[in-house]
């Protein structure tokens, strides 16, 4: 499993850097379903399909013998291969169906990435009563394959697919190239934030959104070569970081950067970093060991640990739902509960922990902060802490700039929010050519 996406979910209501959900109550029926579904789906994973039946609710057992489950399951599941990642994408209490058994129904939806990058909805109904919970019902469906990452017709630059080794497992990544480049080109390492992404900063939990896809065709045309990957264990990248960290993740990272500094078209004194949310975490870590990195553009990033910034998510959550008083007192108790049960993960441990000021002290490179104005995942005023840390480390080279009425994707978003349902809900899925203009122009003039 997924070190990485399993925390996303367990974390779901706390941590959040990319995805946040809001928090609740974590004794509600839909919570208790999604994980006992997430545990059961695990059996159908590993091709343990007649444990899976065992533990579907009775009346599955009743209706569809053993061999029919097991040749219905291969045939659903046969041809997508291994699972590489899952996401969990809602979880609703659901009216039951015509003569179907007394008991609450809740349906479970994940998103699943396999091996090679198909990407399926998977559902499954839970049968529950007393905090037990079964399966009662299971679906998949493919998703479309993937968009291809090829340059547009009219591009100054080229789209070339690439792969990168990192140590014990590959990554799967674009670089896009200036066309006609007379000498050797800057170039610049994009770097995701947490949950399962691909390349252009794409989460099935958010159609439509692609960032990275937006920054890469927006530098290139600015003569500044681009690579972005897949998150490790999703779309074409291998890997299995069920034990990785953040820091583990900048490691992928450096690994691009060797990437590029071995190419012949890149110059390896110009390359530099641009990483958004957890990606905001990861930059600093590498240029602060790495000398030779030009420039760094920190994306809604923050400068606080973990622990501060899941006790701002949840508090203010839990507000919006309208908790005042013991109620939030209380509900506010349960999620720390939550919180040192979830904290048993590495990823979900090394956040918590965290503290981004010390590390931002030691950047020597120019830095670019972008924030938006009503992020509520990572506020805005974590900017100028971030600035005031690294101008305490002698770097004099760090601007700062807040978008009025962005959230913490960059999109419009007057409100604010930290919920993804409600991030998929926003009209706009583009980022304002105000904020690309200002990262590509900032680092045209960083690593000319």
Do not use: C
Request: proline fraction near 7%.
């Amino acid at each position: 499993m997924n070190g990485r996406m399993m925390a996303v979910r367990m974390m779901a209501a706390l941590v959040g850097l990319l995805i946040a959900a809001p928090a609740v109550d974590a004794q509600t029926p839909e919570q208790d379903a999604a994980r006992a579904m997430e545990a059961w789906t695990k059996l159908v994973d590993d091709g343990r399909y007649d444990e899976a039946w065992r533990q579907a609710a009775p009346a599955v057992q009743e209706r569809v013998p053993l061999p029919a489950w097991e040749a219905s399951l291969r045939g659903a599941r046969g041809s997508l291969g291994t699972v590489s990642g899952r996401v969990l994408e809602s979880s609703e209490v659901v009216p039951a169906p015509p003569g179907a058994p007394a008991g609450e129904w809740v349906r479970v939806r994940f998103v699943v990435t396999f091996a090679g990058g198909r990407v399926a909805t998977e559902s499954a109904i839970a049968l529950g009563g007393e905090g037990q919970w079964r399966a009662a019902g299971y679906f998949i469906a493919p998703r479309p394959q993937a968009s291809d990452y090829a340059a547009p017709a009219d591009a100054p630059y080229t789209a070339e697919e690439v792969t990168v080794n990192a140590g014990g497992h590959t990554l799967a990544g674009t670089l896009t190239l200036p066309k006609d480049a007379r000498s050797r080109v800057p170039a610049v390492v994009l770097i995701t934030g947490s949950g399962a992404q691909d390349r252009d900063a794409h989460s099935p939990l958010i159609p439509d959104y692609r960032f990275f896809r937006q920054v890469a065709d927006t530098l290139s045309r600015r003569g500044i070569a681009v690579l972005r990957m897949d998150d490790q264990g999703w779309g074409g990248s291998k890997g299995d970081p069920s034990a990785a960290t953040t820091a583990d993740f900048a490691d992928d990272i450096r690994a691009g950067i060797a990437f590029l500094r071995a190419r012949p078209e890149i110059d390896p004194e110009r390359i530099g970093l641009a990483g958004h949310s957890e990606g905001g975490i990861i930059a600093p870590l590498i240029a602060a060991g790495d000398p030779r990195i030009r420039a760094v553009v920190l994306l809604a990033a923050t400068s606080r640990t973990g622990n501060r910034i899941v006790d701002f998510q949840v508090r203010d959550a839990l507000i919006a739902q309208g908790l005042a008083g013991a109620s939030l007192d209380s509900a506010f108790a349960a999620a720390v509960a939550a919180r040192s049960a979830a904290a048993e993960v590495p990823w979900v441990r090394w956040f918590l922990e965290h503290d981004p000021l010390p590390v931002a002290r030691q950047v020597r490179a120019p830095v670019l902060i972008l924030h938006g104005a009503t992020d509520r995942q990572v506020t805005p005023d974590q900017a100028p802490e971030l600035e005031a840390a690294i101008r305490a480390g002698g770097n004099r080279d760090v601007t700062v700039r807040v978008f009025p009425a962005l959230n913490h994707l960059f999109l419009p978003d007057a409100e604010g929010t930290a919920d993804p349902a409600r991030y998929a809900r926003l009209p706009e899925k583009r980022v304002p050519g105000e904020v690309l203009g200002s990262l590509a122009d900032w680092l045209a003039q960083r690593l000319r």
